[in-house]
């Protein structure tokens, strides 16, 4: 079975969830007997294509810019995808993201699509950065799939109610992580306060970082040694640093950026806890990521959380301040407690691996082009 990738997800971005989710899926993939698989990409900046393994296999050229660099590079990589789908010397066609280019040179070939979220179609009207989105072309992309892969049963749903796909089309393959079997170089350390809170990725609108942050000063304030980090994404800005000066907790929320998976790994493996306090996820791969690491983990108790950790963490109505405060201060001196968490995190790991995710979705291209 020959299955052609294309390059929306890997044109100028370094670094991203649902990049990474296709960079582990192709890798895991080429490891099947009788599967071919091929990348439509000429140019790109995206850090887990560096792979030396990963560039024997699908070479392209390494560049590093951002702007009009990314755009015209996108552009050159949008053609080349287009005459690579018009070749059609695949089986199987999956798009890395919803720009519906590909219609117009795919013929009869099927393809399918993975729905990672309903981000913009659940919170546009409240956040006015996601509005503007596009629901149409997405429509279309889901309507024409042969099959759509969801990424929980929580993202199913929301394919069903939004969209109105036909449940018989959907298919669920949860997400995984290459942590479960990732380990940073024993000599290798961060510098990072003794003491911490977690917090990892952007921080904006439906992420519900300043009411999580406003929950958690009185501990701040209490406990003058404990630190929030704020890991990857942006540096503060500046209505970031006015609510840090109003909560009077400037001293001790911090921002790490994270280069690499060893740098993440360990930000993760030396905090007292990771904390999810977003409004919704389509999956949450920090769960698993925490996980992996030996880190008890606090969850918003919306979306997916729930059906991905299970038992294996606490849980906070992410709207709630008292709520997120009580349970943020539960675990903070329970030795106990957060040892209980750390091996339940590590048995629902199991259920999610790489290997299993292709597996997974391999079943479901057989089901469309019955190979």
């Known amino acids: 079975m020959r299955v052609l990738f294309d390059h929306q997800s890997f044109s100028g971005a370094k670094f991203g969830g649902v990049a990474r989710y296709f960079y582990d899926l192709m890798h895991n993939l080429k490891y099947h007997q009788g599967v071919e698989v091929n990348l439509s990409l000429l140019f790109s900046n995206n850090e887990y294509l560096k792979n030396a393994d990963v560039k024997k296999v699908f070479p392209f050229s390494y560049f590093l810019g951002h702007g009009l660099t990314n755009t015209l590079f996108s552009h050159v990589n949008r053609a080349n995808s287009a005459l690579q789908i018009t070749r059609h010397n695949y089986d199987i066609f999956h798009p890395t993201y919803f720009n519906d280019y590909f219609m117009t040179f795919l013929g009869k070939t099927p393809y399918v699509i993975t729905h990672h979220d309903a981000i913009p179609e659940k919170f546009a009207t409240q956040y006015a950065q996601l509005d503007g989105f596009d629901k149409a072309y997405k429509q279309r992309v889901l309507d024409r799939a042969a099959k759509v892969i969801a990424v929980s049963e929580n993202t199913k749903n929301d394919l069903l109610e939004i969209f109105r796909i036909a449940p018989e089309k959907i298919e669920v393959v949860h997400h995984s992580t290459h ?38 000063a009185p501990i701040l304030h209490k406990q003058s040694d404990l630190h929030l980090i704020c890991a990857g994404s942006h540096g503060f800005t500046e209505s970031e640093q006015k609510l840090f000066h109003e909560l009077g907790v400037s001293g001790q929320i911090l921002h790490q950026e994270i280069p690499n998976d060893a740098v993440l790994y360990r930000i993760y493996q030396k905090a007292i806890a990771f904390i999810y306090p977003s409004l919704y996820e389509g999956f949450g791969i920090p769960i698993l990521e925490a996980f992996a690491c030996g880190c008890p983990v606090i969850l918003s108790d919306r979306s997916c959380f729930p059906e991905v950790a299970q038992n294996a963490a606490l849980y906070f109505n992410p709207e709630n301040k008292e709520n997120i405060n009580f349970e943020v201060e539960k675990l903070i001196d329970n030795a106990e407690l957060k040892l209980n968490l750390v091996k339940k995190g590590y048995q629902r790991l199991k259920d999610f691996s790489p290997e299993n995710t292709a597996k997974k979705t391999l079943n479901v291209y057989k089901s469309v082009v019955g190979k």
């Open 179 to 216: 942590f479960a079997t990732y380990k940073p170089a024993e000599d290798f350390d961060i510098v990072t306060p003794e003491r911490y809170l977690l917090y990892v990725g952007n921080r904006e609108n439906y992420k519900n970082f300043d009411i999580f942050l406003t929950a958690i």
